[in-house]
């Protein structure tokens, strides 16, 4: 079966620093992969998304940049945190293969920028 | 550009109370839709979806959703809710002609005892 791991869970730093979250899916091949941030009273804002190795699909301008260096891998990274960067961030994946079916969540990463 | 409305932020209702959460989404060809559960500090459930076929779909945890073409709707049903409930419901979109799944800012409910 497959699973999707999303680390860390909590996350807390100073505004400025950088930033990496990763995220890694099991069980399946070439799969799309996407980022979602959650804020207060805003539901799931769409980051990123990717549909193959380097392929990255930006839908928010912002301080935050994705990478797919592995196709199972995709990674959330910053240079400099911004105190709007806190929020709760989603990895997700779907198939690409067979029907179209749902996207499947990981846990998430609470991000707390002080 | 597809986009999906949540117009409730808070509902709260009784235990053994129905539900009717509102999900109104804007695409022009027939969309997939879903419907997913979060309970705090975790990741997304799916309840239920809708592809095709029967409007009237059933998910898990006793819920079901009717997809209204007329009305660009797919709004979330429960006859009776649990205590266990309790927790924030998002409707989520997704397009064939492309890969993204939009969703909803989510519907927080509370649950009475």
């Known amino acids: 079966s497959q699973t999707i791991h999303q680390w860390p869970a909590t996350l807390v730093q100073p505004v400025g620093s950088p930033l990496s979250l990763e995220c890694t899916v099991e069980?399946?091949?070439?799969?799309?992969l996407y980022w979602y941030r959650q804020a207060a009273g805003r539901g799931l804002q769409l980051l990123f998304y990717?549909?193959?190795?380097?392929?990255i699909s930006s839908e928010v301008p912002q301080n935050l940049s994705a990478s797919r260096p592995q196709d199972r891998q995709f990674i959330l990274s910053s240079k400099k945190l911004l105190l709007s960067d806190s929020g709760f961030y989603l990895c997700?994946?779907?198939?690409?293969?067979?029907?179209?079916?749902?996207?499947?969540f990981g846990q998430g990463t609470r991000l707390t920028v002080v | 550009a597809q986009s999906v409305t949540q117009p409730d932020i808070h509902i709260t209702v009784s235990e053994g109370a129905s539900l009717e959460l509102r999900c109104n989404y804007s695409?022009?060809?027939?969309?997939?839709l879903f419907w997913y559960v979060q309970s705090p500090g975790q990741g997304l459930q799916l309840l239920l979806k809708?592809?095709?076929?029967?409007?009237l779909v059933q998910g898990i945890k006793g819920f079901e959703a009717e997809f209204k073409r007329s009305q660009s709707s797919f709004n979330l049903r429960k006859p009776s809710v649990h205590w266990s409930d309790a927790a924030e419901y998002f409707c989520?979109?997704?397009?064939?002609?492309?890969?993204?799944?939009?969703f909803g800012t989510g519907t927080r409910l509370k649950v009475l005892a």
């Open positions: 997700a994946w779907s198939p690409t293969t067979g029907e179209r079916t749902e996207a499947f």
């Open positions: 069980g399946t091949s070439n799969p799309n």
């Open positions: 990717s549909v193959g190795i380097g392929q």
């Open positions: 695409y022009g060809a027939t969309p997939y």
């Open positions: 809708y592809f095709s076929g029967d409007t």
């Open positions: 989520a979109v997704a397009t064939s002609g492309t890969y993204k799944y939009i």
